[in-house]
């Protein structure tokens, strides 16, 4: 099925956003692969990283609707092997943070028992507040 | 004796109206009764959520308030700086910066812009302390907003009893509870700190939980006290009690005036 | 020596094991940890956005406290400041970075700590391996071995913090030795080991447990694949991925054998010739005892 995609006004104002937050010139792209083949949760997600850096290319804003920046665990392994330097776990910072910003959080403690809590290190806390909530 | 204070003369108004127009003229005055405006010699304005009041400046915030009418049904407590129930926030006149200050304890100073915060709409866990454990996790359990302490340090600017608060919440993190206990111990819960803090944190009911789980586990148990429970669950007092329980009521003050008249060596 | 030491949140809590042997280690090899007073959490992971500075004030201010060290005499002339958890490392490091690169966004958080005394952006961010290998040697190491860990299969697990990205890799993200060359040095056998630089899964471990179970069964096996006995690493968070999840991962793989994972100071302790109370075995969640007296070092 052929889908058809336009960029317009729209998309563009979206990928600038992205590209502001994350300082990252996302047009440079070229859609190799390397990082979704680096990333150790690429099994979990819906979309590749590199579908992710599409998706942002086009502007497209459903990408808000996966989990991939979610399931990011800021491991650097893409960025470290991106053969154009880009920096891909900025980009999904900024995917996050723009749904954090509007206090959106995307996990709610209280949905972890308070024993499960009880046996996580605090790192485990800290770092996870960080990133998943606002 | 209290004199009636004089007004100013409120101009003629319409008939029916000038009643209300006088009493509008005299709102902007100070209205206590039985104080004459000459007897004071420093007044000072203040705006009390952004209306301007002239008062004497040797009054407290509270006082003040009182001074221009204010009659206090929340926001005062014990008058004496150890409630926290007169929390205020206030800015100095052509600063940005907001800071924090009990009424009762603090003077006016010409100019100064101030709200006061009666409640701080914060959580409190439910927990009973004889089935945890001693640990930090047991307070991360109740309170896991603590991990989002970004060490902003706003909660400390925000404390009218200038507690290191921030100190505290970290000594919290690293699991330090005499710390927790050392630098909370002043807090009077005002809740200033909750109000302010971006990651949401309510930093005096965690110190309370931690002094809390500290005194009764923490705290070395005295040992004299101790050893005199075991003593008493001996029953190496039982006979003198079953003595005094026997005797009647001339004997028992016959007994206790003796014990207050002499002079025992311990 | 003395350095200041920036300990982290859980290396006073479920990790002091960690510390304790980390600076009793360090003691025998003349290095005196003196820990930074009033420190606070530096906060992981390190915030990734342009904008977001408010995120780098807590490791910031870990920075100035330093600089206070060296003002009170508590250390001389000495503005490295020593971390053991690789995520502390990471990101008090980048922060460091940040604002070593942008004086602007320096100006901005020495106005909002106007409390503090400015960070004049002279501190280094040194990692305990980095100050093993660059500053100590690893041949004084060997020197102060008096328990060879002969025989000891143990595969070095790095992690991401440590390696990645370059500007703050203390080794090779690719192939990296560091840990290896410490555990020869301490008389190990040489293990590779290929998911040594694979993600634990880090803070996932919050939401999703199913995630960090698999992660933690494909490094574990991996390593068991190699030849491996045992796992070091040197992050509390990667300890509790790889170690306690190994609940998770038994519940999963009922036929998996429990895999012990030691910090590498707990390692240096034992090769050292510390008690046992010292390196903190009780801590660790699978039990590494019965492997160590299998191979008589306890």
Redo the contacts between chains.
């Keep these: 099925m052929v889908e058809k995609i336009v960029v317009s006004e729209k998309n563009i104002k979206f990928l600038k956003k992205v590209q ?4 990252e010139d996302i047009i440079l792209c070229d859609q190799c692969g390397v990082c979704s083949g680096s990333c ?2 690429v ?2 997600m819906d979309i590749t990283p590199s579908n992710l850096m599409r998706m942002v290319q086009l502007g497209i804003e459903d990408v808000m609707k996966s989990k991939t920046m979610w ?1 990011c ?5 893409c ?2 092997r991106c053969p154009r330097g880009l ?1 891909l ?2 980009v999904a ?2 995917l996050r ?1 723009i749904n954090l910003r509007k206090a959106i959080d ?2 709610d403690i209280n949905n ?1 028992s308070g024993e499960e809590i009880k ?14 909530t606002s | 004796m209290a004199t009636k204070k004089k007004s100013a003369k409120a101009p003629k108004a319409q008939v029916g109206e000038s009643d209300l127009m006088a009493r509008i003229a005299d709102a902007n005055k100070t209205v206590v009764q039985g104080v004459d405006d000459s007897i004071v010699e420093h007044w000072v304005t203040i705006y009390v959520m952004g209306r301007a009041y002239k008062v004497p400046a040797t009054l407290t915030i509270m006082q003040a308030m009182e001074y221009a009418g204010y009659r206090f049904v929340r926001s005062c407590g014990c008058r004496a700086g150890f409630c926290g129930a007169c929390a205020t926030v206030f800015r100095r006149a052509g600063e940005y910066k907001l800071e924090a200050a009990l009424a009762c304890q603090t003077l006016v100073e010409d100019g100064i812009y101030l709200v006061q915060i009666p409640f701080a709409p914060a959580k409190k866990a439910n927990y009973d302390l004889d089935n945890e454990v001693y ?3 047991t307070v991360f359990k109740f309170y896991p907003e603590v991990a989002r ?5 706003t909660c ?2 925000s404390c009218p009893q200038d507690l290191q608060v ?2 505290y919440i ?1 000594a919290m ?4 509870f005499e710390g927790v206990v050392k630098e909370s111990f002043d807090c009077i819960q005002c809740g200033l700190c909750a109000i302010r803090c ?1 990651a949401e944190i309510v930093q005096y009911h965690v110190a309370q939980l931690a002094r809390r789980m500290y005194g009764k586990y923490g705290r070395p148990r005295e040992k004299n006290v101790q050893k005199r429970v075991k003593d008493i669950e001996s029953g190496k007092y039982k006979d003198e009690f079953k003595k005094i329980m026997a005797l009647g009521k001339d004997e028992i003050q016959k007994v206790y005036i003796k014990q207050q008249q002499t002079r025992e060596i311990y | 020596m003395k350095i200041s030491y920036f ?4 290396l ?4 002091q094991n960690f510390e304790s042997s980390a600076v009793n280690s360090a003691k025998i090899l003349g290095v005196e940890m003196v820990e930074l007073p ?4 530096c ?3 390190t ?6 500075l ?2 780098h ?2 490791a910031v ?1 870990n920075l100035v406290r330093v600089q206070e060290m060296n003002k009170n005499g508590l250390v001389k002339d000495n503005y490295n400041l020593l971390t053991l ?1 690789t ?1 502390c490392y990471h990101t008090l490091g980048r922060a460091n970075l940040r604002m070593k690169q942008n004086p602007e966004d320096l100006k901005s958080i020495n106005d ?2 106007y ?1 503090e005394e400015d960070y004049e952006g002279n501190v280094k961010v040194v990692h305990f391996l980095d100050l093993l290998r660059d500053t100590i040697g690893f041949d004084k190491v060997k020197e102060k071995v008096k328990k060879p860990l002969k025989s000891l299969k143990i595969a070095p697990y790095y992690g ?1 913090m440590l ?4 500007e703050i890799g203390i080794d090779d ?2 192939s990296p030795t560091i840990q290896r060359d410490l555990l020869i040095a301490l008389g190990a056998d040489d293990i590779e080991n290929a998911y040594g ?3 634990c ?8 447990r199913n ?1 960090i179970s ?2 933690a069964y494909d490094i574990l096996s991996r390593a068991r694949l190699e030849g491996a006995e045992a796992i070091s690493l040197s992050c ?2 990667c300890a ?1 991925n790889l170690d ?1 999840r190994q609940k998770e991962v038994i519940e999963k793989h009922p036929e998996f054998k429990p895999m012990p994972v030691f910090y590498f100071t707990q390692l240096m302790a034992l090769a050292f010739g510390l008690d046992q109370e010292t390196c903190g075995f009780d801590l660790n969640y699978i039990d590494p005892r019965p492997l160590l007296k299998e191979k008589n070092l306890i």
């Design positions: 502001e937050l994350s300082g150790p949760m099994a979990e399931l665990a800021s491991c650097f392994a960025t470290a920096d776990s900025k910072e900024a943070l995307q996990i972890l046996r996580l290190p605090q790192i485990a806390l800290v770092g996870g507040m960080r990133k998943f | 640990d930090s996790a302490c970004i060490s902003c340090n400390t600017k921030m100190d970290q993190i690293r699991g330090d971006p | 300990p982290g949140c859980t006073k809590t479920s990790a009033r420190w606070n959490c906060g992981v992971v915030s990734l956005a342009t904008d977001d408010i995120h004030v807590a201010r958890c995520m909002f700590m409390l991401c390696l990645r990205p370059r993200p690719e630089k694979r993600c899964g880090s803070y996932q471990t919050l939401q999703d995630v698999d992660l509390p968070l509790f306690n």
